[in-house]
Structure formats: structure tokens, C-alpha cells
């Protein structure tokens, strides 16, 4: 990231951080929390598979399991909201752990086989222990975030939005400092030439599997936000359509720059809902967001955030 896109970022930051005092409704609002945590999930799987040339397409999984962790924990055991969000975090690690044993040291077409697959058997899991997880119905009526008397449900969505954008907003940070770090180094050289990196000495295996769960942590806490901040938890967070968009704004952002990631996002997540209110694309509008993705790459195959660094080099030469 240039120092120039760094003053952009900041300043959308600080938008984005005063749209609460312009926008009242709460509709828009939540457009704008699911935005900034679609955004925490995109830009970490954008650190596994942009960044790590790592083609996880399990990244969902561990989005689901913040998601139930966090149901589960405050309705089988009272826990607090404020805890299980981060436990949430906790177990998408351990679960990104025991996937990259396996995964580390495949290649190809198998580390996607693999990784969908645990998806699809974290669903399975989560539909089979209906007692545990509620089944197909799912957990419901979790309870609300709340400081002391202040119940996060009030005032139209205003604590919720402020909570989304801080994760948004630490998860970036520490992307970006990973990737500036040796670490992010040794990562750019396993994803663009795995056998140069190992005979300078780098652990393909260790690498790949300390950038799965790395990419894990803040997804999974974004899946106990999730659910704490809907008070459901419900199997359609494993399905295709939520990966799609989201591997969509990825993708669409530009893979391996972290910012494009979360532009994407906030785009994509008010151009679906715009499309779901319009007839006949409220089940269209998936392929329009392909389309618009081929489009895109085709045009700019660094994504959207490359568009804009152009756009910002010409308007400084000129």
C-alpha cells in the first residue's frame, strides 16, 4: 500500500466513522454493519489465498463455527456475548489447525477438495446435532450485546455499527502489519515460487499452516458477531451463495492488496440488497455479481484496487 492509498484509507475511515450522525435509519445501518463484517471475513481469506496462494475455499467453515460457538456458549452455558465473540475466534483457529495438518503439504486441485470438504462437513455436523445446534432450524433469540443498562438493540442499530467498523478496522491493521512483516515476506515468496522459498530455507508446510490459522482468527470472531448481532444462528452461513459473494468481493477487490478486499464489500454487500428489492433479481442478482467479477478481472485482474491506484497515478501526473 502506497502512502497515498494510506492517506485515502484513513480518510474513508474517517467517513465511515461519521455516517452514523448523518444516516439515522436503521435499515441502512445494517446494511453498513453487514458490509464491515463480510469485509473482516473477505479480507482474511484474502490473506490465505491472495496473499499465501492458498486455495482455501473452506474459509466459510470457520465463519460458521465463530457463528455457532458464539450461539452456543451464551445458550447452553449463559455465557456472556462480550466472551463468546472472541471464543468464536478461538475455535476457528483450532478447527484452521486441524484442517492445515492435511492441507499443508498438498498441492492443487487437492487443497481445494479438501477444504470444501470440511465445509461441507462442518454443515453436516452442525445438521446432525439438532440438540446441540438446533439442526436446520438453528439457535435463535441469542441475547443482545448490553454495557451495564445500555442495551446495543437501541437507538437504531448506533453501538452495534461502531463495534462492526473497530473490528473491520483492527483486523485491516493487523493484516497490514502481518504483511509487512518478515512473515508476510516469506508468505509472497511461497505463494510465487514454493521452490525457491524452500531452498532459501522457508517451511512451505509451517508457512501455509500459520497463514490458515491466522486467517481464521478474526473470521471467527466476525461469525460471533454475527451472530450475537442477529440473535440467530442458523446453517446457511456453510451455503454457497454467502461464499460466492464473498469470495466475490475478494476477487472483485483485488486478491493480495487487503484494502481492495473491504472496498469490494461495502459495494457489493449495498449493490446485492439494492438488486434483491428490484424484481426478478432477487435470485439473479449472484450472477450479476459474476459477471460484474469476470468483468473485472478481465479488465483489471488486480481488481478494483488497481483500477483505483491508476486512477490516483494518473490524477497526480496530470
Known amino acids: ?103 499443508a503439504r498438498l498441492q492443487g486441485i487437492y487443497v481445494v477438495l479438501v477444504t470444501f470438504a470440511f465445509g461441507q462437513l462442518c454443515m453436516q455436523i452442525v445438521l446432525s446435532q439438532g440438540d446441540l445446534t438446533g439442526g436446520a432450524e438453528g439457535l435463535v433469540r441469542l441475547p443482545y450485546l448490553r454495557i451495564g443498562d445500555y442495551a446495543f438493540i437501541r437507538d437504531f442499530r448506533f453501538a452495534y455499527y461502531y463495534v462492526a467498523l473497530g473490528l473491520l478496522t483492527v483486523s485491516v491493521i493487523a493484516l497490514l502489519a502481518l504483511v509487512r512483516s518478515p512473515f508476510g515476506k516469506s508468505l509472497r515468496a511461497v505463494r510465487d515460487n514454493p521452490d525457491y522459498a524452500a531452498a532459501r530455507g522457508i517451511s512451505v508446510a509451517r508457512q501455509r499452516m500459520l497463514v490458515l490459522v491466522a486467517s481464521a482468527v478474526f473470521t471467527g470472531i466476525a461469525g460471533g458477531f454475527y451472530a450475537i448481532y442477529l440473535r440467530v444462528a442458523s446453517p446457511e452461513v456453510f451455503g454457497f451463495s454467502v461464499a460466492t459473494l464473498i469470495l ?71
Do not use: C
Open 1 to 103: 500500500m502506497t502512502r497515498k492509498q494510506g492517506y485515502v484509507a484513513l480518510a474513508a475511515l474517517v467517513v465511515l466513522a461519521l455516517v452514523p450522525a448523518v444516516v439515522t435509519d436503521s435499515y441502512t445501518r445494517h446494511i453498513f454493519i453487514i458490509a464491515f463484517i463480510y469485509g473482516t471475513v473477505a479480507v482474511n481469506w484474502d490473506l490465505s489465498l491472495g496473499l499465501g496462494g492458498l486455495f482455501n475455499f473452506g474459509h466459510l467453515a470457520f465463519f460458521g463455527i465463530g457463528v455457532y460457538t458464539a450461539a452456543i456458549l451464551t445458550t447452553a452455558t449463559d455465557l456472556s456475548p462480550w466472551l463468546a465473540i472472541p471464543a468464536g475466534g478461538i475455535t476457528a483457529a483450532l478447527a484452521a489447525l486441524l484442517i492445515a495438518l492435511p492441507v
Open 248 to 318: 466475490s468481493m475478494v476477487l472483485i477487490g483485488g486478491a493480495g492488496s487487503i484494502l481492495g478486499p473491504v472496498l469490494a464489500a461495502l459495494a457489493l454487500t449495498f449493490a446485492t440488497e439494492a438488486m434483491a428489492g428490484i424484481r426478478g433479481l432477487e435470485e439473479a442478482r449472484f450472477i450479476v455479481v459474476a459477471v460484474a467479477m469476470i468483468l473485472v478481472l478481465r479488465i483489471a485482474p488486480g481488481g478494483a484496487i488497481d483500477i483505483f491506484g491508476r486512477l490516483l497515478a494518473t490524477r497526480h501526473k496530470t
